[in-house]
T-cell receptor, first 106, second 113 residues
Framework: GIQVEQSPPDLILQEGANSTLRCNFS?????LQWFHQNPWGQLINLFY???GTKQNGRLSATTVATERYSLLYISSSQTTDSGVYFC????????FGAGTRLTVKP | EAGVTQSPTHLIKTRGQQATLRCSPI?????VYWYQQALGLGLQFLLW???????NRGNFPPRFSGRQFPNYSSELNVNALELEDSALYLC????????????FGPGTRLTVT
């Protein structure tokens, strides 16, 4: 099956810093989503982005489907951005990466 | 608009018992998905229901089963519980089975002792 790899596995930032999270996938996909899992386990859907670029406030995402990767940008990070960020590909059997654990320090 | 809801929040069972987890999708969503997030194993796809039918299942044994009701809510049953079934079980719903975002509920944390 398709492999999904995320990097870095862990990231520690000071509040206000910017960051880029990467998601590589092993085969062509037509469905890619980014999620944020808060410390209580809730998964929040950030982007549905099979291709192109989208922005939502301080967050933006870019997927280059032909090169099999997606990037999530977080600008001016806040402590509330802490948690685990997952990318996931597929439709009815969505496959998740292992996640990037982000810690934003005040 | 209410989001995806799950019950119970926590569930403690002993090995060999059965567990029943429930999920109500966002109003208007017909597809329901179940995922398991076990420590060290990441998020794994369990089951997909759409229009009352099981459409796909992940690499889990048959003792993991479920159903979808006419109102699109869903139930996950885990029979003959094993210690390694301890995990966070997440339910998600989407507007259709393809090309749309999945929205997750808060999860049910199952502990098997």
């Amino acid at each position: 099956g398709i492999q999904v790899e995320q990097s870095p596995p862990d990231l520690i930032l000071q509040e206000g810093a910017n960051s880029t999270l990467r998601c590589n996938f092993s085969d062509s996909v037509n469905n890619l989503q980014w999620f944020h899992q808060n410390p209580w386990g809730q998964l929040i859907n950030l982007f549905y982005i099979p291709s192109g670029t989208k922005q939502n406030g301080r967050l933006s995402a870019t997927t280059v489907a032909t090169e099999r990767y997606s990037l999530l940008y977080i600008s001016s990070s806040q402590t509330t951005d802490s948690g685990v960020y997952f990318c996931a590909v597929g439709f009815n059997d969505m496959r998740f990466g292992a996640g990037t654990r982000l810690t934003v320090k005040p | 608009e209410a989001g995806v809801t799950q019950s119970p929040t926590h569930l403690i069972k002993t090995r060999g018992q059965q567990a029943t987890l429930r999920c109500s999708p966002i109003s208007g969503h017909t597809s329901v998905y179940w995922y398991q997030q076990a420590l060290g194993l990441g998020l794994q796809f369990l089951l997909w229901y759409d229009e009352g039918e099981e459409r796909n299942r992940g690499n889990f044994p048959p003792r993991f089963s479920g159903r979808q009701f006419p109102n699109y809510s869903s139930e996950l049953n885990v029979n003959a519980l094993e210690l390694e079934d301890s995990a966070l079980y997440l339910c998600a719903s989407s507007l259709e089975d393809r090309g749309s975002r999945q929205y997750f509920g808060p999860g049910t944390r199952l502990t098997v002792t």
